[in-house]
């Protein structure tokens, strides 16, 4: 199912998106804002090549459609947006971020997502002289920042980020970044640089001086580094300083391939690079074929670490052909319900007593 939007797709608070066995597809023009909600759930859809779109009428409720402005052309924008919960998606290649969350967004979770071909990949926080961004809280676990990603896994500023068990296997400048003191906890991820020598460094303060971002919180705890990668912490180090950056207890790093198999979107590949059909025939212009990057083994079997794993690649069981006693206790259960339904009765196994 492929949704082409003209303009945004505006949510109302206490909804939810499952794409579970449909293979949605969502992409055009505006794409998912959640502006002044709460409690939304997007689970397991596709959001891909968004546009920006605008200047004219956008229904946002059965009942109300108003004026809307220039959007950025963000896969999914929150706004103002609390209680939101990003899970099993796959996000590439659209016109601004990926995911922004500005304007005083919190209580966000981005989990179990599969981001690729892009560059400015996530935005937290509006600028750094909005204070109401100070209090954001938002956690990033359980994610696959694959191929063709260049900046911002995410970028952060003010607000206290949880970055917990996520594997980034490529960036180009670096993976994560921040300015007005955000506070960053980087707990049990997989982080592997690229080969450029220039580019090994995971963290990037943005236009910050050192004397000034030396006493920002930030930490790596439990991270493993690969192909020379590194993390600049900061900080006084000490954890009461991180309580509020801390949503969930990080597993282990050497459990990273088995936390991550199943990153994107389920029954299907996991990313974006496949050919998309509009209406049965062809394909959309300018979509790719699938190049390796589907699918994904669990070497560790089908566990459910979190309870944030809604499927494994398991063959369905096949189902044995009914043996002899099925068929007779079969029989007997319509023996029953046809004797209590026609006669008003019920078929006793023990005698009767009158007294």
């Known amino acids: 199912m492929v949704i082409k939007l003209r303009h945004e797709l505006i949510f109302n608070s206490y909804k939810t998106i499952d794409g579970r066995g449909a293979r949605v597809h969502i992409t055009g023009n505006g794409c998912i804002t959640l502006q ?29 459609a108003g004026w809307r402005g ?4 963000d896969g999914i924008s929150l706004f103002t947006a609390r209680n939101i919960w990003i899970d099993h998606c796959a996000l590439s290649r659209c016109k601004d971020g990926l995911i922004d969350a500005i304007m005083g967004s919190t209580a966000i ?11 400015e990949v996530m935005l937290l926080g509006h600028n750094d002289k ?41 960036w180009e400048m670096y ?4 300015s007005a003191r955000p506070t960053i906890n980087s707990q049990g991820n997989r982080y592997t640089a690229p080969t450029d020598p220039n580019a090994k460094e995971v963290t990037k303060r943005v236009e910050t001086d050192e004397g000034e971002w030396s006493g920002w919180n930030w930490r790596t705890d439990g991270d493993i580094m690969v192909n020379g ?23 282990s790093v050497g459990l990273i391939d088995q936390l991550t198999a199943n990153a994107g979107v389920l029954g299907g590949p996991r990313d974006n690079s496949v050919s998309i059909s509009y209406g049965g025939e062809g394909s959309a212009a300018g979509a790719t074929t699938a190049n390796g990057g589907g699918g994904g083994s669990n070497d560790g079997g089908d566990g459910d670490y979190f309870g944030m794993i809604f499927g494994s690649g398991a063959a369905p069981t ?6 002899t006693t099925t068929i007779l206790l ?26």
Do not use: W
């Open 36 to 64: 002044y909600v709460s409690h939304v759930i997007i689970h397991n859809v596709h959001v891909h090549d968004c546009s920006p779109s605008g200047h004219t009428i956008v229904r946002s409720s059965p009942s109300h």
């Open 229 to 251: 990668a590194f993390f600049v912490p900061s900080g006084e180090g000490l954890s009461m300083q991180y309580a509020k950056a801390s949503s969930v207890e990080p597993k």
């Open 318 to 323: 096949r189902l044995s052909p009914p043996t």
């Open 70 to 73: 220039t959007s950025d052309g």
């Open 130 to 170: 909005y204070l109401l961004d100070s209090g954001m809280q938002v956690t990033i676990a359980f994610n696959h920042f694959g191929e063709g990603l260049v900046q911002r896994m995410p970028r952060c500023r003010r607000g206290y980020i949880h970055v917990v068990n996520n594997d980034f296997t490529q």
């Open 109 to 119: 979770t981005i989990s179990n997502s599969y981001f690729s071909h892009h560059d």
């Open 175 to 178: 993976a994560i970044g921040g």
């Open 330 to 355: 079969s029989l007997l259960i319509i023996l029953f319900l046809y004797t209590t339904t026609n006669h008003g009765g019920s078929l006793s196994l023990l005698p009767s007593f009158s007294l």
